[in-house]
Structure formats: C-alpha cells, structure tokens
Nanobody, 127 residues
C-alpha cells in the first residue's frame, strides 16, 4: 500500500521549534523529489520547500527562506521539515507530497506536480 504519513505537529508556543516528518511506504521513495506545503485556515495551500530525490538539492519559496529547513534520510524513507522561531502565522496543516517532475537549470531547482500525498499534520502556534 502506497502511503505518506506526516507527523511531528502539535500545539506550541511562539519562538518554539518543530521538526515535521514525512515517512513513505509502499513505493521507491528515493526515486522522488518531495515537496512540503502548508494550508492555513481560510487560505490557499502554499508550497514551502522541495528537496531532490538524493537530498542534495533544495529549494524554498521566498516566504519560507531562513526559518525552514528541509532534509531527508532515504535509509529511513523520511523527509523532514525543521521550523524554527515559530509564530502564530505558521499555524496551518502541513502536508508532504512526492513531486511529479523537477527542473534543475542554471542553479535553480523547481518541483512540479504531485504523485502521492500525506494526510497532513496540524501545527498550532499560540501563547
């Protein structure tokens, strides 16, 4: 059974840190780049970051550069999203998805589409 499962969310105070995990099963995980998204209440889903199949290349949406770090451990079939200095505006459901395609050109790296999705993990930041 093909599955992506996010974990690591929770209710935290501002300025805390969290590390979210996205663990895959049922398919060859290291064949895929992986994208992280988030969707805040009443807002559209945003892409946060993408990491290549090997983990050697990453990209971040402009709004997420600095406090967000994506990494992966293919031996564990897991991709991580480290979020530091959490703020109330980071409250959202965070999702991972395997990318359908990537483009790497001239120093830029972009992920497109999605193949598999997880169910999401809730992050709530409040004092």
């Amino acid at each position: 059974q093909v599955e992506l499962v996010e974990s690591g969310g929770g209710s935290v105070q501002p300025m805390s840190s969290l590390r979210l995990s996205c663990t895959a099963s049922g398919f060859t995980f290291n064949n895929y780049a992986v994208r992280w998204f988030r969707q805040a209440p009443g807002k559209e889903r945003q892409e946060v970051a993408c990491i290549s199949d090997s983990g050697g290349t990453t990209s971040y949406a402009e709004s997420f550069k600095g406090r967000f770090t994506v990494s992966r451990d293919n031996a564990k079939n897991t991709v991580y999203l480290q979020i530091n200095s959490l703020a109330p505006e980071d409250t959202a459901v965070y999702y991972c998805a395997t990318a359908e395609a990537v483009r790497s050109f001239g120093g830029s790296f972009t992920c497109y589409g999605s193949v598999h999705w997880g169910q999401g993990t809730q992050v709530t930041v409040s004092s």
